[in-house]
């Protein structure tokens, strides 16, 4: 059985400030792993996604995600916050073979001004 | 870009009411998802069809029906649904079902169903 955990349902970080989301996988075959945000009354939009290729993944609106095997992650990171990027965040995993998608709990970002 | 459409984007019902969910995706894809979002929970899938065949059916009650007329479309048939039933439903699709697994789903903005 696969699964993510996002640790932290709030983050709120200032704008101009790094931005870091936590996503830890579990899964007993090589994952993909990916972040979709979503915006207010929206869907969710992908921002990225890790497919066994490198292992910094760069994506929209300036985000990056890194895969670290040994230590079971996939962190979403941003250097500079801006308002825009107010959202929820959600990680999520799948394997080859299928397309099915186990999603995290989502992680709601706040921008302070 | 609106590869994935929905509608209606919100609807109010009773329970004792029928109604149908649309999804419509212009992406060229094979395979559709239904998926519930309710607060505080994550993501629920609740059926994936793949080139029209229903290939997943998540443990989800009878009273929500899905059809699959065409890889382009997907309804959710609603009947006498519960207050608890109230969520987000999303639509989503991709390349194929069951092939890669790396081919990414893209999501339609979805119906807000409220239930009387």
């Known amino acids: 059985a696969q699964s993510v955990t996002q640790l932290g349902s709030h983050v709120s970080v200032s704008e101009g400030a790094l931005v870091l989301l936590r996503c830890n996988y579990s899964?007993?075959?090589?994952?993909?792993l990916f972040w979709y945000v979503q915006y207010p009354n929206q869907g969710l939009q992908l921002l990225l996604k890790?497919?066994?290729?490198?292992?910094l993944v760069k994506g929209i609106n300036g985000f990056e995600a890194e895969f670290k095997k040994s230590e079971t992650s996939f962190h979403l990171t941003k250097p500079s916050a801006h308002m825009s990027d107010a959202a929820e965040y959600f990680c999520?995993?799948?394997?080859?073979?299928?397309?099915?998608?186990?999603f995290g709990t989502g992680t709601r970002l706040t921008i302070i001004p | 870009e609106t590869g994935v459409t929905q509608t209606p984007r919100h609807l109010v019902m009773g329970m004792t009411n029928k109604k149908s969910l649309k999804c419509e995706q212009h992406?060229?894809?094979?395979?559709m998802y239904w998926y519930k979002q309710s607060a505080k929970k994550p993501l629920e899938l609740m059926f994936v069809?793949?080139?029209?065949?229903?290939?997943e059916n998540n443990s989800v009650p009878s009273r929500f029906s899905p059809e699959c007329p065409n890889s382009s479309h997907l309804f959710l048939h609603l009947h006498t649904l519960q207050p608890e039933d109230s969520a987000l439903y999303l639509c989503?699709?991709?390349?194929?079902?069951?092939?890669?697994?790396?081919?990414?789903?893209?999501f339609g903005d979805g119906t807000r169903l409220s239930i009387l």
């Open positions: 989503a699709s991709s390349q194929e079902s069951g092939a890669l697994g790396n081919q990414p789903q893209h």
């Open positions: 899964s007993s075959v090589p994952p993909y």
């Open positions: 890790y497919t066994s290729a490198a292992t």
């Open positions: 999520a995993v799948s394997y080859f073979g299928n397309e099915k998608l186990t």
């Open positions: 992406l060229g894809h094979n395979a």
């Open positions: 069809y793949n080139f029209k065949e229903q290939t």
